[in-house]
């Protein structure tokens, strides 16, 4: 197990090196100074063009690209990933304090997905034709098909500003601080309702799709119809002998979905205001806050590694034949 | 899924004409039964009327739909037909030379279709093997997918509309006029729509929206997808160092969230609408990349392929024969998916203010406003969504329905 | 008296293309512990017969007449559930690809005792228990450790071994072996063949064996049924049918098997053309194209059954009656 992990540990070096090169060289290849990078250029001209020689030196932008990129991918390494100019604080500790906003919608949502999408996955494809069957098949290519944000007005519209059922954006109520813990827990739950369901609801959409059409395969697999001529019933049949099986490949997806999840996120958290990864990679591209661009796309990455670490992980715990170090065992 | 529904009614397939079974008989009793008249030619000059008098009905209502549409938009806006005629603008030269153009081909096509049909007596055999090409039975069982088709409808309609926006939009979607008088307005008969809070007319703007997001949408995919072919074919032939260092790239630009990423990149650069297609194609072009590789490992392995080489036949020319066909269809399923999640991401990225920007319309800038304004006046983001939303659930049936037609699986007889 | 009666089976498959007639008028007993081969080539519905029993035909096939009477009682009229209950617990299944068979994702044990659990009401400590006992019966070595085994850790000898004590464990009256030996090794054929008549004397139990393999034929089955194209033409006791075949398609299959003690006088011949496509079937009897004794009253209408002396059948107009 130890040294599974630490061998991954190993492999994501490297793609954390691309990831972090390839954002160097966009950010560089972009148009306009790279001083542009450290300070912003409405306060560069109202400065003395000898002050800005001297921070030029200072951040060593005197230098050719290549020593700039040396050093800062040192810096990167020791953890420093700048200081934003907008903020005025450590990039590291303005991720920090995003970052856990999102992973509270992202996980959410995966929840819902996971619920509702396999639930009526397994639903449809056991009734298969049904009337049932054919609106989950319908209705779920219809809500994958909507955007989220376009979804998620729509959604503020109708629950938020006219039935005044939900809150229309934030993270809390402005008496937050004057609540007891089980209220505040209730407030930021409230507050989730929306965002969660718009961010879960389309990947549910997709999730059930996915069910749909594996559980199917599954059902014809010689496994099951000798479950069921051992006189099974039908539910041990479905429930134990088809599911494990139609499973794991969703484990997989859930992985791989990581990133259109946190990549989904951007926009809801837009429409929401919430403060989470998105919204800060939004303003930053909206303020030219270069080291905060960086940093939310390394961000986003590790969390994608992350992902389908995790997703090996259940993998191999879920199918026997699967060992950790992903090969695929047959006799 | 339409397929498997079809099994489930054995009686339609007893009946002959409607749903012509694969086995004997079934396209020849189809052509012996429009018994070719060649009486009926003149009435090609309304397209699709013959197609209709001699049963070839789908071809008919196709063609008669088309016409009906074309003419409709002539003379509903017949004055700005014949103001476009001679306006300089380039818009405008194109819209209605397009119509002329697409009412012209659509009578010859019907013309010459129906001499052919009514001229020549069909081999049955020819007929028979015809019909049984992979090509036909795709189209044929495309046809019978009434959603996919349906869909594509929109999507002819949708381009259609695109390319007579100037036509068909009753204002100029740029022009600012006395807001404080039409700002803001609900929908209603003068402005379908509604306007903004420019008191611009939305519907205008919405059919001139449509350009860019149909635009994008395909031009991204086309990007993506040569792209992708290039570098897949390149890394799968090759292999070694070439297939570590693409598929290295590939792996990086996966991990990074694309969403993330294509919002640094259209940010960072100010992207135009060129480069918002090319930035597009450049984020997505991995998954037809990983799949192309793949299929040229495959096909390496194959014995075919070492046959053919060792009766001396260039190895390469090989693979790319097999690598065509067998790649097709799932690329051109993957590319209608594409399409769909372009114009979605397009959208995304103008309701950010950073992909296209104002004042030239997209439906998804449409919505950048304040979010107030998209809040209260629910008409601003209702009807860009809709249309956003209806283009990109067409592009996914499209996708289902090519998905099905394009399935080689045919028969269950595993049990059998 | 009879286990098993299958009477006027028809099963068919509605496609696209058409409806595929699978099993066609297909009618035969199965008595107390005795071994019946249902016997022909493959895609002549031999698999069908059997998941028909069982009411398993896959969509989109359908029984569409007969009558399936095991112990006096038709399973197509009875509830779901006591249908439920024969399965597995009176009619035990074997399937052709015992990998296939068996879910890949629980230990063999663990398949075992749930039906253990499930037809025998005992517990799950007792089925677990149970379970080693039987593993152990039908000689898997260590039947202690490879309880815990995943189907692909054992090899196809061993997960066919494996399958059969899951079919018998609830020692049921009939057991459906659909092709079990074809694939595995020749030499684990014979084990597993010996282990098949050895369970079977040991419960009692009758046996129902589809297959190709004539030589399995011979060693196994007291009668056979010969099948081809869904329909049946020829059964009787499994002697008389080697010794004497009746049918043309019988006679055919029998001189396409390499026999010892054949003399150069009985040269192997086969079948002339090949299996026609079950959607376009030639008219009458569906084997005059290929029989050399077929003329123009062979052509319009399938021949009736006619019956032998010693319980035999055959479906052919060039049989005459004695």
Not at chain 1, 302 to 326: C, E, F, K, Q
Not at chain 3, 135 to 150: H, Q, T
């Amino acid at each position: 197990m130890a040294r599974f992990f630490a061998k991954r540990i190993l492999q994501a070096v490297p793609l954390l090196f691309g990831i972090a090169t390839l954002t160097f060289f966009i950010i560089h290849l972009a148009p306009g100074d790279p001083m542009d990078m450290y300070l912003e250029p409405r306060m560069q001209r109202q400065m003395d063009p000898e002050v800005i020689e001297l921070i030029r030196q200072k951040y060593g932008l005197d230098q050719p690209v290549h020593v700039q990129y040396v050093k800062w991918l040192g810096n990167l390494a020791q953890g420093d990933l700048g200081e934003s100019f907008r903020h005025r604080r450590p990039v590291a500790s303005l991720i920090a304090e995003r970052v856990p906003y999102t992973l509270q919608l992202a996980i959410l949502a995966l929840l819902f997905d996971a619920l509702v999408g396999i639930a009526l996955g397994i639903f449809s494809a056991v009734k298969q034709y049904s009337l049932v069957d054919k609106g989950v098949t319908v209705g779920s290519l219809v809500i994958y098909s909507v955007p989220g944000f376009w979804l998620a007005l729509m959604l503020v519209i109708v629950f938020s500003v006219n039935l005044g059922w939900f809150p229309t954006s934030q993270t809390r109520s402005l008496d937050y601080e004057f609540l007891s813990l089980a209220g505040k827990i209730g407030d930021r739950l409230w507050h989730l309702v929306l965002p969660v369901f718009v961010l879960g609801v389309a990947q549910a959409a997709g999730t059930a799709r996915y069910m749909r059409n594996r559980l199917l395969e599954v059902l014809s697999e010689e496994y099951v119809v000798a479950a069921r001529a051992r006189g099974l019933r039908e539910r041990t049949v479905i429930l134990k002998h088809a599911l494990r099986n139609a499973m794991i490949p969703i484990l997989t997806i859930y992985g791989m979905s990581l990133p259109f999840l946190l990549g989904g996120a951007v926009l809801i958290e837009k429409v929401f205001a919430w403060p989470g990864l998105g919204l800060l990679g939004v303003e930053a591209v909206g303020g030219r806050d270069y080291p905060v661009i960086m940093a939310t796309m390394m961000m986003g990455a590790v969390l994608v590694i992350l992902g389908n670490l995790m997703a090996d992980v259940t993998y191999a715990i879920v199918d026997p034949r699967i060992s950790l170090d992903g090969k695929k065992r047959t006799a | 899924m339409a397929r498997n529904a079809r099994r489930k009614r054995p009686v339609r397939s007893a009946n002959p004409g409607a749903n012509p079974p694969a086995g004997t008989g079934g396209a020849a009793s189809a052509v012996q039964a429009a018994a070719p008249d060649p009486a009926l030619r003149p009435f090609a000059l309304v397209p699709g009327l013959a197609h209709l008098m001699l049963g070839r009905r789908r071809r008919g209502f196709h063609l008669l739909f088309f016409t009906l549409f074309l003419l409709l938009v002539v003379v509903v806006r017949w004055r700005a037909f014949t103001d476009g005629f001679s306006s300089p603008a380039l818009d405008e030269w194109i819209a209605t030379r397009f119509i002329l153009t697409a009412l012209a081909a659509c009578v010859l096509f019907s013309f010459l279709d129906v001499h052919r049909l009514t001229s020549e007596q069909l081999d049955a055999a020819a007929a028979i093997a015809k019909g049984k090409s992979p090509f036909r039975v795709a189209i044929r069982r495309f046809g019978e997918n009434k959603l996919a088709v349906a869909a594509l409808y929109l999507i002819v309609l949708f381009y259609l509309v695109a390319i007579l926006a100037p036509l068909l939009a009753p204002y100029d979607p740029a022009a600012i006029e006395n807001p404080t008088e039409t700002q803001y307005l609900g929908p209603s008969l003068q402005h379908l729509f509604g306007t903004d809070e420019f008191g611009r007319d939305l519907f205008s703007r919405a059919v001139f929206g449509a350009r860019v997001s149909l635009a994008v949408g395909l031009l991204a995919v086309l990007v993506a997808v040569t792209f992708g072919t290039v570098f897949g074919s390149l890394a799968g032939y090759f292999g070694g160092v070439l297939d570590n260092v693409l598929m290295r790239i590939v792996d990086v630009i996966i991990a990074i969230p694309t969403f993330f990423l294509l919002l640094t990149l259209v940010g960072v650069f100010e992207a135009n609408l060129l480069a918002l297609v090319l930035i597009l194609g450049f984020t997505s072009w991995t998954g037809t990349a990983r799949f192309i590789r793949g299929e040229i490992l495959s096909l390496k392995e194959r014995e075919f392929i070492e046959a053919a080489r060792a009766i001396g036949l260039p190895h390469r020319l090989v693979i790319f024969r097999h690598l065509i066909p067998n790649a097709l269809a799932p690329v051109l399923v993957s590319a209608a998916l594409m399409v769909g999640g372009m114009i979605g991401a397009e959208a995304g990225l103008s309701f950010l203010g950073i992909g296209i920007r104002p004042p030239t319309p997209s439906w998804g800038n449409m919505m950048s406003g304040g979010q107030d304004a998209l809040l209260t006046y629910w008409w601003i983001a209702l009807f860009p969504g809709l249309l956003l939303s209806s283009t990109i659930l067409a592009f996914n049936l499209l996708a289902d329905g090519l998905r099905d037609a394009l399935d080689p699986k045919t028969l269950m007889r595993r049990y059998v | 008296m009879a286990l098993l009666r299958v009477e006027e089976l028809a099963t068919y498959f509605f496609l696209d293309e058409g409806e595929l007639r699978a099993v066609d008028d297909v009618t035969f007993e199965v008595n107390e512990g005795e071994t019946v081969a249902l016997v022909g080539e493959s895609g002549c519905g031999k698999t069908i017969v059997a998941m028909s029993i069982l009411d398993l035909v896959p969509w989109p096939g359908q029984i569409v007449r007969g009558k399936i009477l095991f112990r006096h009682e038709d399973l197509r009229r009875v509830t779901r559930e006591k249908l439920r209950q024969s399965r597995g617990g009176e009619i035990g299944m074997v399937f052709q690809e015992p990998g296939a068979a068996l879910n890949p994702v629980y230990p063999i044990g663990r398949q075992m005792s749930e039906v253990l659990q499930l037809h025998r009401g005992m517990s799950r400590h007792e089925a677990d228990r149970e379970a080693v006992r039987v593993l152990g019966g039908v000689g898997i070595p260590e039947p202690e450790k490879r309880v815990n085994a995943y189907p692909f850790e054992l090899s196809g000898g061993m997960r066919q071994r494996a399958v059969i004590a899951i079919a018998t464990c609830t020692r049921p009256r009939l057991l459906i072996a659909d092709e079990p030996t074809t694939a595995l090794d020749v030499t684990v054929q014979a084990e597993i063949l010996d282990l098949m008549r050895h369970l079977q004397a040991q419960y009692n139990m009758a046996t129902l064996l589809i297959t190709h393999d004539l030589g399995v034929v011979a060693e196994m089955a007291q009668r056979m049924l010969v099948m081809y194209t869904g329909k049946l033409f020829e059964l009787g006791r499994t002697q008389d049918l080697f010794d004497d075949p009746k049918h043309p398609y019988t006679q055919g299959l029998l001189h396409s098997v390499p026999r010892l003690g054949a003399g150069r006088d009985d040269p192997l011949t086969g079948i002339p053309g090949a299996v026609p496509d079950l959607l376009q079937l030639p008219g009458g009897c569906t084997f005059h194209p290929r029989c050399k004794l077929s003329d123009e009253e062979c052509v319009d209408e399938f021949p009736s059954m006619r019956t032998l002396p010693y319980g035999r059948v055959c479906a052919c107009y060039k049989v005459k009656d004695r």
